[in-house]
């Protein structure tokens, strides 16, 4: 008996495949919660006496519903983002779209940035300088969940507080983190939104990929239906 042809019936692979949007949209709004939230437990005692967020920015009317957001958001921050870097791994995803790095290639592109030369026609490849940013953002992620966990429990975690010597040094390096993220998403949408094939491309899966060669493929003949 013949089996079956389950690959008429099978989703052909995207450049983002579907877990992967859902991990990015997911990270977005865990990142939205505890930015907004974070900038409400700040307020309350606060590490530079300039900066106050207004009340229309935070998240949480007192500072107890900031932390008890901060604490929701945490939760989807840390299961989504392990979610996204097993998956990462799991799948060579990483090793194809982030690896290798080349130096001469982060300045170039920077080269062309800097004289507004700066294509991303083809969106199956990152450029240098965005796998920096993705790798580097990445680091950034997970330092702010290491000093938050020592802000959290210190105690319990009192080796890992020790590490960063005192409280108001953890607080501060969670501060520059939320600071470096803020950053990067300021870039990284605005230019999303100079590209919308790419903002698109992260909604709709973008164009249809060869799994062996991850190249950019001629979108697959429609397959009819047979009754
Ligand atoms: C509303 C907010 C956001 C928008 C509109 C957005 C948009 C996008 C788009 C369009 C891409 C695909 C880039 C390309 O094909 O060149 C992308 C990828 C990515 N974004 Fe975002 N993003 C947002 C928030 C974030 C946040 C908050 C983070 C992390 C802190 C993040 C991290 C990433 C990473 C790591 C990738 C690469 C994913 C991969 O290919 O594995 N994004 N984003």
Not at 12 to 18: A, G
Not at 53 to 80: E, R, S
Not at 133 to 150: D, E, F, R, T
Request: hydrophobic content about 55%; some cysteine.
């Amino acid at each position: 008996m013949s089996k079956p042809d389950v690959t008429a019936h099978s989703l052909p692979p995207r450049l983002h495949p579907l877990p992967l949007r859902i991990m990015h949209w997911i990270n977005a709004l865990a990142i939205f919660i505890m930015i907004g939230s974070g900038w409400k437990i700040y307020n309350d005692d606060v590490i530079f006496g300039f900066l106050h967020f207004p009340d229309w920015l935070v998240i949480g009317k007192w500072a107890q519903y900031g932390l008890q957001w901060h604490f929701f958001g945490m939760w989807i921050f840390v299961l989504n983002g392990l979610a996204y870097i097993s998956y990462g791994i799991a799948t060579g995803r990483f090793r194809r779209k982030l690896f290798p790095i080349s130096v001469r290639e982060v300045f170039a592109t920077i080269g062309e940035a800097l004289r507004f030369h700066l294509r991303h026609d083809d969106l199956t490849h990152y450029n240098a300088v965005q796998k920096v940013l993705y790798l580097g953002i990445m680091l950034v992620g997970i330092l702010i969940v290491i000093s938050g966990l020592a802000l959290w429990k210190p105690i319990q975690f009192s080796e890992l507080a020790g590490l960063f010597g005192s409280f108001q040094t953890i607080r501060l390096v969670h501060f520059l983190c939320m600071s470096a993220i803020l950053a990067f998403i300021l870039v990284h949408v605005t230019l999303a939104l100079l590209v919308p094939q790419s903002l698109v491309a992260m909604v709709t899966g973008g164009p249809i990929v060869d799994e062996g060669q991850r190249q950019a493929a001629p979108a697959a003949p429609e397959i009819e239906a047979t009754p």
